[in-house]
């Protein structure tokens, strides 16, 4: 861990600035001390992890930038999630001045350097990367952009200003679509399959709550565009139960080996727990973030044995091909599994 970080990897960024966006909005623009704006840089697309204490619960959760590079400030938005600790709380009391304890940026929901066009989906809060990586094309590209944005309603709508503001200046290569559940209910495959059919040959980003992002990444799929130009960030992942999960394993896992930090540890498996979990549960400080299977933070190679993962929107075919897997995603499929983190 760099010198400016705490043992667990976070340092302390005050609040420059409270943006309220909507009723359920709240950007945070932070102010990152000189000594520590190189652990801050960031890509578009990447997030930020929080520590926050509530109640005496130690809660981390993952913010993604709704900034650019391109532009002078560190920001993330943070939707009030109904019913969720953390959301509710930086939208009740985050104001200027209060230091929040942050891990550096992550995440591989990254602009692909190519020249092809860029089409967006994003829902909700998930048009927080989304903007991040329109904001970086339009500034450092000529890629035309299409972007599909759906909300429940009109006054939802994050981002409303900046993006006609946007769509204004860059009319030649940014189109803007809306949806408004509202008006006729929620996004259709049809809508996204012809919104697909309009554009030419794009990678594809998709972000948004997870009926929608089923929704949408399977009718991009259907429309014909290859898997490797689809590219999804996950704010929250629907697991199968574990102990469902376990119940479909032909073999029992007794153990699994794993080398972190130069030093072996045998630890022994629980059903139904994940390559990370087993790590943990063993005393591991084991590498993690997002833990939806979208950062590749945790990932780790499997030498011997195998694993299966319930969720992978970080990592390739080569690399899963490598025997690369996302521990917190993985469960062990063999007796034992040697996994070495790098
Ligand atoms: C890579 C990544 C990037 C992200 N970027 C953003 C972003 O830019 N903006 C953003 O707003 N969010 C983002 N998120 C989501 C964010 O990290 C949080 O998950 C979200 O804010 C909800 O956290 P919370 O503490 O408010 O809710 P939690 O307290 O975690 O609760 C989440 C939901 O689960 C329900 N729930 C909690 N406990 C139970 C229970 N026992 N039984 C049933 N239901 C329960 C709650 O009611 C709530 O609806 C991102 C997530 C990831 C992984």
């Not at 970080?5 to 945070?28: C, M, N, Q, Y």
């Not at 960031?42 to 926050?52: C, N, S």
């Not at 952009?145 to 204004?168: C, E, G, K, M, Q």
Request: glycine residues 8%; proline residues 5%.
């Amino acid at each position: 861990m760099g010198e400016h970080l705490d043992a667990d990897g976070f340092a302390p960024l005050r609040i420059k600035r409270v943006v309220r966006e909507t009723s359920d909005a709240v950007s945070l623009v932070l102010d990152v001390p000189h000594h520590c704006s190189g652990r801050f840089r960031y890509q578009a697309g990447q997030f930020l992890t929080l520590r926050v204490t509530l109640d005496g619960r130690d809660l981390r959760r993952c913010y993604s930038m709704s900034s650019a590079p391109v532009e002078d400030e560190l920001r993330i938005t943070v939707k009030r999630d109904p019913g969720g600790l953390v959301s509710n709380w930086l939208n009740d009391t985050a104001s200027e001045g209060v230091e929040l304890l942050v891990a550096p940026p992550e995440g591989r929901f990254l602009l692909r350097d190519n020249h092809r066009g860029i089409v967006a989906f994003a829902g909700g809060s998930g048009i927080t990367p989304i903007m991040s990586l329109i904001r970086t094309a339009l500034a450092t590209s000529v890629r035309p952009i299409r972007l599909f944005y759906a909300n429940r309603s009109r006054d939802s709508v994050i981002f409303a200003d900046t993006l006609s503001r946007l769509v204004d200046r860059h009319a030649d290569r940014l189109t803007l679509t809306q949806h408004f559940d509202d008006d006729g209910g929620i996004v259709t495959p049809t809508a996204v399959e012809s919104f697909v059919a309009a554009a030419g040959p794009a990678d594809y980003y998709i972000c948004g709550p997870g009926p929608f992002m089923d929704t949408v990444e399977s009718a991009v799929r259907k429309s014909g565009v290859p898997r490797e130009r689809i590219h999804l960030e996950r704010f929250q992942v629907t697991q199968a139960p574990a102990d469902a999960v376990a119940a479909e394993a032909d073999v029992t896992t007794d153990e699994v080996v794993i080398e972190l930090d130069r030093t072996t540890t045998a630890a022994p498996y629980r059903a139904g727990n994940t390559l990370l979990q087993t790590a943990r549960t063993a005393g591991l400080r084991a590498p993690s973030s997002c833990e939806t299977g979208s950062c590749g933070t945790c990932m780790a190679r499997i030498v011997s044995g195998s694993a299966r993962m319930l969720n992978n929107d970080a990592l390739d075919d080569d690399e899963v091909a490598e025997g690369w897997v996302l521990t917190c995603q993985s469960l062990p499929t063999s007796r034992t599994v040697h996994v070495v983190y790098e």
